[in-house]
């Protein structure tokens, strides 16, 4: 297990946050052995969430195949390991599973993206609906938003669910 950045106060999740990613560590080795792919699996605590990454020596793209296209296969993946480790503790987890970086990534864009929407608003003073986004997604959209100060929700139904950014209020300028 590597560094701990829950917040103070929450120390009595550790634990429960540790067995949650030993057991999906348990599960994805199973898992990789049985697909014949080659794979580290390193630990984190991040945000009162057990964070399980798979990586390669041979690089990120040996993984490709377990990130799929737009990371299809690995929401697939993260959902069974979550099963798995509600099977085994009986709670729902909240277990965040990243392959070979994809979702460091792609926070890193939606990140860049929303800066952009949120520029983008306050120029133009209009609502701006962004293209559809799984829920990881949003809520880094979501994230961003917040920290600017401004206002953004999700609109429309799966697959099409997508983050709408609003300008400030009248009494937020001032």
């Known amino acids: 297990m590597t560094t701990d ?3 103070e106060g929450t120390s009595d999740l550790v634990p429960r946050l540790e067995e949650e990613g030993e057991i999906a560590a348990d599960y994805l ?13 390193d630990l984190d605590i991040k945000h009162d969430r057990a964070v399980v990454e798979v990586v390669s020596e041979d690089g990120p793209e040996a993984l490709d195949v377990l990130v799929g296209r737009d990371g299809e296969v690995l929401d697939a993946l993260q959902d069974l390991t979550r099963l798995a480790v509600q ?13 070979a970086g994809f979702r ?23 609502p701006l609906s962004l293209e559809p986004m799984n829920a990881f997604e949003r809520k880094v959209v979501h994230d961003a938003v917040a920290a600017a100060g401004l ?5 429309g139904v799966e697959p099409h669910r997508h ?12």
């Not at 939606?110 to 608003?121: F, G, K, N, P, S």
């Open 5 to 7: 950045t829950t917040p």
């Open 104 to 126: 460091a990534k792609r926070r890193d864009a939606l990140q860049q993206r929303a800066v952009e929407a949120i520029d983008q608003v306050r120029s133009s003073g209009e």
């Open 29 to 41: 080795e199973e898992f990789l052995d049985i697909v014949d792919l080659d794979g580290d699996i």
């Open 87 to 99: 099977a085994r503790t009986g709670d729902r987890s909240r277990l965040m599973l990243d392959i």
């Open 163 to 174: 983050v709408v950014v609003h300008p400030p209020r009248a009494a937020d300028k001032d």
């Open 151 to 155: 206002v953004s929700d999700s609109a």
